[in-house]
């Protein structure tokens, strides 16, 4: 079975992360995997809306920093992965919609805030989760977070990577929908079919206006991000940090 199962069903096409003991944690290939089909929807008569979720207890966990020496699979083309992706999201000329149905931390925060539209469970919570292993926000993150919820929360988010429940997200405008977890699937499937069966080329317009007031300093951010993210990828606070990962401990950072 794929680590990404992709099912169309109704004009809706999801795109489900699949490795629940990983909490969904990401490899390239899902990565490559989701932009591909992100990009060919644009072509499809036959997809009306695009639905992001996982399996399990988490959305997605963000970057697999399991195994052995974490720091070497990554480097600026990880990061420029991820920005593919938030481009993919936003560029798309349909609804995107992230099924959030448990923890979203890392670049997982990142690409359910890229989506059009959050659907969280109430169980669900994020968290950037970046600093806690010597690296910064990326995906876009410290551009769509702080036009949420304004500077104040968004560094409290981006330097303490506190962990926010879905309905503190809900509060700030960082997701669109907090249902209870009983009656989430439902709901959910409600949503992607008003969706499904709406008018295209008015919700092309519409994603294309709010995108175009809302998100203008994107890719200024994104480039930003790529080039602290290259910096701090070679440092050794980051091997500190993905090893204390991997070794469940605190990381002991000093600085270079």
């Not at 949503?191 to 919700?203: C, D, Q």
């Not at 480039?223 to 091997?239: N, P």
Request: charge should be negative.
């Amino acid at each position: 079975m794929s680590d990404l199962e992709v099912r169309l069903d109704d004009g809706a096409l999801w795109l489900t992360l699949n490795r629940p003991e990983q909490f969904n944690a990401l490899t390239g290939e899902m990565v490559l995997e989701a932009i591909t089909q992100l990009r060919d929807a644009t072509t499809r008569d036959d997809v009306r809306v695009v639905v992001l979720t996982g399996t399990g207890g988490a959305f997605s966990a963000g970057a697999d920093l399991g195994g052995e020496a974490a720091q070497e699979r990554y480097d600026a083309g990880s990061v420029d992965a991820a920005n593919h992706v938030i481009r993919a999201i936003i560029e798309l000329d349909k609804p995107v919609v992230c099924g959030l149905n448990g923890i979203a931390a890392g670049v997982g925060m990142s690409v359910a805030l890229a989506c059009d539209l959050v659907v969280a469970t109430s169980s669900a919570a994020l968290t950037l989760a970046f600093t806690k292993i010597g690296l910064m926000p990326d995906g876009g993150a410290t551009y769509t977070v702080a036009a949420a919820v304004g500077r104040a929360r968004a560094m409290r988010l981006a330097l303490l990577s506190d962990l926010i429940s879905a309905q503190e997200a809900y509060d700030a405008g960082l997701v669109s929908h907090v249902l209870d977890d009983a009656a989430y699937a439902e709901g959910l499937g409600k949503i992607v079919r008003r969706l499904a069966t709406g008018a295209p080329l008015a919700f092309a317009a519409t994603k294309k206006a709010v995108n175009a007031a809302t998100l203008g300093g994107l890719e200024d951010a994104l480039a930003r991000e790529r080039t602290g993210q290259s910096l701090l990828l070679r440092t050794d606070d980051v091997a500190e940090g993905m090893q204390a990962f991997t070794e469940k401990r605190r990381p002991d950072f000093h600085g270079h």
